[in-house]
């Protein structure tokens, strides 16, 4: 796997020098249990996004990582809103990635979960109309699926007046969907975090002050305060941080 620009580790092992892929991917890992990694950038100030997209906080560091990340789940979970914002394309991997994947006996791609409401989603999006595999929608009772949507992915119904979460993940587990990657937006990681579902927090921290106007990553509901410790630290060569926070 190629080096890129280098990455370093800072804490708690400093590494002697750059790593290349295979050691960040180490660093991460797959957990030996069901677990929900959640994976957002944003700037020192706190900002999600520069110009209303976060494609401005992210260089060469963060999307090494995010790619890597993509590897290592099972699923990968983002609310219906970021996948049409976004413009999200068929999540595919390229090649030195599925046969890591194939490696470890994973399916080449991983599965592409949509959380939506409302079901206000395009069947012709490469996303959905281009994936590799068969994407998941998690969606409540009673909203109507767009034509052609179920000719393209898997709707499952889950909750009365809003998407019921922890049923939902539940639901990912039982399609042996056991690690989950979910890159926002902010609303979904408010309500993981309500519904207490996050285990991992991995965050991107790029040297820039966005100023005011830009959101938080998290929105929503107010949820109690979780303590989640730190992990590790690796530190980009052009200063971007990438921080670790997992459950004990």
Not at 12 to 17: D, F, H
Not at 132 to 161: F, K, N, Q, S, Y
Not at 184 to 212: K, M, N, Q
Not at 216 to 239: F, K, N, Q, Y
Request: charged share 25%; proline share 8%.
């Amino acid at each position: 796997m190629s080096v890129g620009m280098p990455i370093s580790a800072l804490w708690p092992e400093p590494s002697a020098g750059p790593l290349d892929d295979a050691a960040i991917a180490a660093r991460y890992g797959r957990a030996d249990h069901p677990h929900l990694r959640v994976n957002f950038v944003s700037s020192i100030d706190g900002a999600v996004a520069v110009d209303g997209y976060s494609a401005g906080l992210s260089g060469e560091p963060d999307k090494r990582v995010f790619g890597l990340l993509r590897m290592l789940c099972d699923g990968l979970v983002v609310a219906a809103g970021t996948l049409r914002h976004e413009g999200y394309r068929a999540v595919r991997l390229d090649e030195r990635r599925r046969a890591w994947r194939r490696e470890h006996g994973l399916a080449e791609y991983p599965t592409l979960v949509v959380v939506s409401g409302s079901l206000d989603l395009d069947p012709a999006q490469a996303a959905f109309a281009d994936a590799p595999v068969r994407p998941v929608v998690l969606t409540r009772a009673g909203a109507a699926a767009p034509p052609g949507l179920t000719d393209v992915a898997d709707v499952v119904p889950c909750g009365d007046e809003r998407v019921d979460l922890p049923a939902g993940l539940a639901e990912l587990r039982r399609r042996g969907l056991d690690q989950l990657l979910s890159e926002g937006g902010p609303l979904l990681f408010g309500a993981l975090t309500a519904a207490d579902l996050v285990d991992e927090v991995c965050l991107t921290v790029a040297p820039l002050l966005a100023g005011p106007g830009p959101g938080r990553i998290t929105a929503g509901e107010a949820s109690p305060v979780r303590h989640l410790p730190l992990r590790h630290v690796l530190a980009a060569s052009d200063g971007v941080l990438m921080l670790r926070y997992a459950r004990d």
